[in-house]
């Protein structure tokens, strides 16, 4: 039997994480599909020798130290989650937000090349500004609308050329803070909501993403990816059908516009930045569609007693 494949990942207590290292482990995360592996081979359960560092273990702005980690661990992967995700705190806070996501990056890649190890990235589809008016392919032109885009663009520029980088949107996951959860919250407590119709998107369930980058990780194949559940949809239809599956009628979410929101974010967002993951598609299994990767959410938040 060959030896496990060493895989850091950083960022491992964020949403994603939490769920990438329990997959690589070939451990069940929840709201995961049992079945669902994009390469068609389950993750065998000592394929991967997987250490997982948070944020106060290991600052990826310490470039020394996070060389001097990736020296002593020696990974043969290293996913990177760890970033600054807070969209509109980045546009008070770019400074940081720039040395997390771009000079970060950076760091990761420079400490990755230096063991050859290959590093996946990942990035967002707030690196597009939505006017395109379809769905963005891997190619597209980029101008990103706000900080937080910007410094991962930054960042994707600063990678290597042989470097993997998953671009993903909207992710939520059972565990860690996302807009789901503030849905479900306010569905079972009997209030209402307001969503905006005017952003379109797509969401990306953590557990169906970590399935994902498990495959990446067999795979490592440098380049641009696009990595999301199958279908394009609205933050009011993601409220919508979450308060359905809660047992609440029509009157549960009310379409708003972006104008309309009080306050007005500090951010501005792409109006239409779908991610087209054709290219995944023509290569892996797709992952399954929004509403699937929602009802999984909602089910499983609910039987872990989530609030
Ligand atoms: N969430 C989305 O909708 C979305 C969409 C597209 C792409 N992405 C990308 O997907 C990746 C994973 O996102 P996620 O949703 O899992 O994010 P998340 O839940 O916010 O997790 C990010 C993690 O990075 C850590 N971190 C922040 N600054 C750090 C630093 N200087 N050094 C080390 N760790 C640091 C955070 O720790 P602390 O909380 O302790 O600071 C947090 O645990 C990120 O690259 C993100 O940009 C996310």
Known sequence: MSAPVRVLVTGAAGQVGVDLVDVLNAVLPPGADAAFQPDGTPIGAEEFDVLGVT????????????????????????????AYTRVDRAEVDADTCYDVNATGTETMSLAAHDIGAHLISISTDYVFDGRKGASYIEGDPTNPLNVYGSSKRAGEL????????????????????????????RALSGATVRFVEDQVGTVTLASDMARALATM??????????????????????????????????????????????????????????????????????????RDGVRRLVHDRTATGAP
């Not at 944020?55 to 760890?82: F, G, N, Q, S």
């Not at 998953?166 to 939520?172: A, D, G, I, N, P």
């Not at 379409?255 to 995944?280: C, G, V």
């Open 217 to 290: 990780v067999r795979e490592r194949p440098g380049g641009l990816w696009h990595v999301a559940n199958s279908g394009t949809t609205s933050w009011f239809d993601v409220a919508q059908y979450a308060g359905t599956l809660l047992g609440r009628g029509d009157d549960f979410a009310t379409p708003i516009m972006t104008s309309e929101l009080e306050p007005a974010p500090l951010a501005t967002r792409p109006a239409r930045s779908d991610l087209s993951t054709q290219k995944w598609s023509e290569r892996f299994e797709a992952l399954p569609q929004w």
């Open 158 to 185: 600063l990678c290597r050329a042989e470097d993997t980088i998953v671009r993903s949107s909207w992710v939520m996951g059972v565990r860690g803070k996302n807009v789901l959860h503030v849905i479900a919250e």
């Open 55 to 82: 944020h106060h273990e290991l600052d990826v702005t310490d470039r020394d130290a996070t060389a001097r980690a990736i020296r002593a661990t020696r990974p043969d992967v290293i996913v990177h989650l760890a």
